[in-house]
């Protein structure tokens, strides 16, 4: 067997202006996924941990601490005196770097349900350690990333439920994300941050790709449902579908 990567290159340039990536069959038979770098590639699992790995015999070294978690749970009958020292949080930081390039590189190739996937375990990754880290500079090294995982899980949420002809849902999956990051930033004592938020701008251009994509045919829909809420007096949803009719074409009226 050749060892020679340009073999597996060859075709294949690197382009430092975007990120490039492909899915591939690999010798076993399973899809994998490849990220074009600019010394090589990273190929990653599609399912289970990116590298393959499976950690004193878990799916990952996360679900290898949730483990140890229970056991001491189950001993002392509750979570009081478990901890993550830096070592064993140096570990989960790497391991959710490999996270990171898989849900980054699904992403890109519209494989919306993996990423989905990858941005929630991430996200419990970040609580485990901010709840269970000895140190306090480890309980808050991942937490400014979380405005950007957010801004993925529901970027991802979103391109899924237009799929889908569902468009309310997706502005608010985007909406309801928007809330989050900012009172992320409230809450960290920085909402001075929320204005120049590269995340909350994503999401306010993914809001408008949501309008600007919506079919011409989408307000009869919502208000047939309208009145259909309105007979079965679910008045709630009702209000909740005039909002949705209202800003559809107040956004209409002003292109």
Not at 65 to 82: A, D, P, V
Not at 144 to 166: C, E, F, H, T, W
Not at 221 to 238: M, N, S, T
Request: glycine share 6%; with cysteine; hydrophobic share 35%.
């Amino acid at each position: 067997m050749c060892q020679d990567l340009n073999q597996i290159l060859e075709g294949w340039d690197y382009n430092s202006n975007e990120i490039t990536v492909r899915k591939i069959v690999g010798v076993d038979g399973k899809e994998k996924v490849q990220m074009r770098v600019a010394l090589g590639v990273f190929q990653m699992e599609m399912t289970g941990r990116p590298d393959g790995k499976k950690p004193f015999g878990f799916e990952s070294l996360l679900e290898y601490f949730f483990n140890r978690l229970e056991q001491h749970t189950i001993k002392y009958g509750s979570s009081e005196g478990f901890y993550l020292d830096s070592a064993m949080c140096i570990e989960l930081r790497q391991e959710a770097l490999q996270y990171y390039y898989r849900y980054l590189s699904l992403f890109i190739i519209g494989e919306y349900e993996y990423v989905v996937r990858d941005t929630i375990r991430n996200l419990k990754l970040f609580d485990f350690i901010k709840r269970y880290a000895r140190d306090d500079v480890d309980k808050l090294s991942l937490e400014q990333y979380r405005p950007y995982v957010i801004m993925m899980n529901s970027r991802a949420k979103a391109y899924l439920a237009m799929k889908g002809d569902d468009y309310t849902l997706a502005e608010e999956i985007i909406e309801n994300a928007m809330s989050e990051i900012e009172e992320f930033y409230i809450s960290a004592g920085q909402p001075e941050y929320i204005q120049g938020s590269y995340e909350l701008g994503l999401l306010r251009e993914l809001k408008r790709e949501v309008t600007d994509t919506m079919p011409m045919n989408y307000i009869a829909k919502l208000k047939v449902e309208l009145q259909k809420a309105v007979g079965r007096e679910d008045f709630e949803k009702a209000a909740h579908l005039r909002d949705q009719i209202k800003k559809i074409e107040n956004h209409n009226s002003h292109q």
